[in-house]
């Protein structure tokens, strides 16, 4: 037992003395430049590449569910099935390193950019499922009441249809963000530092992998953390105005 301890504090004293918090952190200013500056380049990734998913996820999404209800836009909706398929069926880190090393050729081209074209057309396959199964999962009943009204279907779907599927897959969507800024840490295959490209290049420069990895892992907790709790007082929010 005794060894067993001095075995521990060995480990600690080698890993986590004061001397290795300040190489890892304090030393050439590493926290705030790998840390705190791979958080920010995360978030702004995570925010433009949702974005874009959002806005190319609504349009398949509309040309999906609109084939369903109609039958019609036939040549639109194989491409987007094409489009689907071969985005949700391969991994992300090989979209992204694709779009990086065989799409962006030239040396000049931005990485954030890279990044976010990546993570948004990877996004949009799948918030394009979460808006078409939002609108197909309203009543039909819904459909024949613009048309009562005098709307044909594109205005139904606009002022009927749209208001409440938004509503229903909100929750869905803000989830979507979350799940996107995990996925943001394979950036760093195209050199881009992001947080976990951040804490590894610590690693790399101090031989210590505790500190900067479960820092980096801590940082990813909390922000996952508060984002899921925000999520969550949505949907008590919707769900009080659903019983109004």
Not at 3 to 17: H, I, P, T, V
Not at 89 to 96: D, M, N, R
Not at 165 to 178: D, Q, R
Request: glycine share 8%.
């Amino acid at each position: 037992m005794a060894k067993w301890l001095s075995g521990a504090a060995e480990w600690w004293g080698r890993y986590f003395s004061p001397e290795q918090f300040y190489l890892n952190f304090v030393e050439d200013d590493r926290f705030f430049k790998y840390i705190i500056g791979g958080l920010k380049t995360t978030v702004i990734i995570t925010i433009f590449a949702v974005l874009l998913g959002i806005i190319l996820g609504f349009i398949v999404g509309i040309v999906r569910s609109t084939h369903e209800k109609t039958g019609k836009l036939k040549f639109l909706n194989a491409i987007c099935r094409v489009y689907l398929s071969v985005i949700r069926g391969t991994p992300v880190v090989v979209q992204l390193m694709i779009m990086y090393y065989c799409i962006f050729i030239s040396p000049d081209a931005s990485k954030m950019m890279v990044a976010v074209l990546a993570f948004g057309i990877n996004s949009g396959a799948y918030v394009a499922e979460i808006f078409r199964s939002g609108i197909m999962s309203i009543d039909n009943g819904q459909f024949e009441a613009g048309r009562s009204l005098g709307f044909n279907y594109r205005q139904t779907v606009i002022y009927i249809i749209m208001p409440q599927a938004v509503k229903n897959v909100l929750p869905a969507l803000c989830n979507e963000f979350i799940a996107l800024l995990k996925e943001t840490s394979v950036s760093g295959f195209i050199a881009i530092n992001e947080l976990t490209k951040g804490g590894d290049i610590i690693r790399s420069r101090t031989y210590n992998p505790y500190l900067p990895l479960f820092t980096v892992a801590v940082f990813y907790w909390i922000t996952v953390t508060v984002l899921t709790a925000l999520v969550g007082r949505l949907e008590k929010k919707l769900r009080k105005n659903d019983v109004r």
